[in-house]
């Protein structure tokens, strides 16, 4: 599984980043976390907000930082 963290480098995206690897680690899932900070490779996936939360390449959020709750379920989905 491939997640993609996007966003530039501000708070709240890094905030997301530290949650979802805290997800991943506590409930043992293999993943590999990736994070985008290219403009140009955020517009790809299509979000008018950041951060996104990209799941073996759909996008599952933007905009906002979902709960632990809602991250484990989106990672148990694939």
């Not at 993609?4 to 997301?16: D, H, S």
């Not at 997800?23 to 043992?28: A, H």
């Not at 951060?51 to 484990?72: A, C, M, R, Y």
């Amino acid at each position: 599984m491939v997640i993609k963290i996007l966003g530039t480098g501000c708070a709240r995206c890094k905030n997301l980043e530290q949650k979802v690897k805290e997800v991943v680690g506590s409930n043992n899932i293999s993943a590999e976390i990736e994070k985008v900070t290219e403009i140009a490779d955020i517009m790809k996936y299509g979000i008018m907000m950041t951060p996104g939360l990209v799941i073996n390449e759909v996008v599952k959020s933007s905009g906002t930082i979902p709960s632990d709750e809602q991250i484990l379920q989106w990672l148990k989905e694939n």
